[in-house]
């Protein structure tokens, strides 16, 4: 058992980051600060914070891939989240709490709320909204905005360096993290990988092709994109997909 509890606050302005560690030291908290949503990705796995403030508009990855992100990996899935933003519509409002954050708070706000809002979600979980969020969504940025896709419109997914894309029937969106978090996330969705470079929505499947051996899968999306099953993967894929064993 810690003997302070520890808070990761993600703003990407100082003033505000300054504010709010102020008022939780006082209140005996251990705040960590990171400015940018890679380094609160980072602290979040590096510290395992026990609240999480988080602002929606920063630099780098947003507050909404971020917490996406947290909620995919099993070290922060539960952790409970504030989110602190000046977006006061409605929207951004409903889709925080569709994606488990605990608390929404508008800036400007009172510093003097913090504490009592963190020591109110210590010792409790992300509810179990999380579990079906995991399953049925997943936060996407398409070059100029997040949005929150339908698990089901979702074709596959394809591995582009540090970060993944997801292509949909006609459109292509981006992900940060790893093709395997993705897939921790969607796994109960029934996407399932096919090469380590490619995670495929298995009702979106079209036609399993068969050549000397090797199997390509033709997917749903405008293009009918063909993407190859891996050798080390095809037990796992047969299995999925009920493919049979085909005798030589």
Do not use: C
């Not at 990761?8 to 960590?32: E, F, T, W, Y």
């Not at 709320?113 to 997943?138: F, Q």
């Not at 050549?211 to 099953?229: F, L």
């Amino acid at each position: 058992m810690r003997d302070r509890p520890v808070v990761l606050i993600a703003d990407d302005d100082p003033s505000i980051a300054h504010v709010v560690k102020v008022n939780l030291q006082l209140d005996g908290m251990r705040v960590v600060a990171a400015s940018s949503g890679g380094e609160a990705l980072r602290l979040a796995k590096s510290e395992r914070p026990d609240v999480i403030i988080l602002d929606i508009m920063m630099p780098d990855i947003d507050g909404w891939m971020v917490l996406s992100e947290l909620r995919g990996l099993p070290e922060t899935a539960d952790v409970p989240v504030i989110v602190l933003t000046a977006k006061t519509q409605e929207e951004a409002r409903v889709l925080a709490f569709k994606m488990s954050a605990q608390q929404y708070l508008t800036k400007p706000f009172n510093p003097l709320e913090l504490a009592p809002r963190v020591r109110a979600l210590l010792g409790t979980k992300a509810g179990p909204v999380i579990t079906e969020s995991k399953r049925t969504t997943v936060a996407a940025n398409d070059g100029k905005r997040t949005v929150l896709l339908a698990a089901d419109d979702v074709i596959f997914a394809e591995r582009n360096g540090p970060t993944t894309q997801l292509h949909t029937f006609d459109q292509v969106y981006t992900v940060p993290g790893t093709l395997g978090s993705l897939q921790r996330q969607l796994a109960a969705a029934g996407f399932h990988r096919a090469h380590r470079s490619y995670l495929i929505n298995l009702s979106k499947i079209d036609e399993i092709r068969r050549n000397t051996g090797a199997y390509t899968v033709v997917v749903a999306d405008k293009e009918r994109t063909e993407i190859p099953v891996a050798r080390r993967q095809l037990p796992a894929f047969r299995r999925a997909t009920g493919l049979k064993r085909e005798s030589s």
